[in-house]
């Protein structure tokens, strides 16, 4: 009965980790991808607390509204696919 009930985990285990494979494999490639964006991302937080700063609200506003649909779906993915596959 004891080594069955080993079985039967080991074999859960190897199931479960093979079905979050793919994932992992996805968590990763967003991941370099998010790394290309950065430089691009950070250019476009810094004019927008530059503008911040200078009261030019608009100006904000358009710089937000630039950084969220430059990187909407990468930002998505990068929050959400970590904590898909963490160890249970």
Known sequence: MCAYVVSVHIVGTVL????MF???ILGQRNAAEMHNHMPTMQ??????????????????????VLLCSSSAHYIFYS??????YTNL
Not at 16 to 19: P, Q, S, V
Not at 43 to 54: D, F, K, N, V
Request: glycine share 8%; proline share 6%; hydrophobic share 45%.
């Open 22 to 24: 793919p994932l992992v």
């Open 43 to 64: 250019r476009l937080q810094q004019r927008m607390s530059e503008a911040r700063r200078a009261g030019d609200m608009l100006g904000c506003l358009y710089l937000s």
């Open 79 to 84: 929050l959400c696919l970590p904590h898909m």
């Open 16 to 19: 479960i980790r093979l079905g």
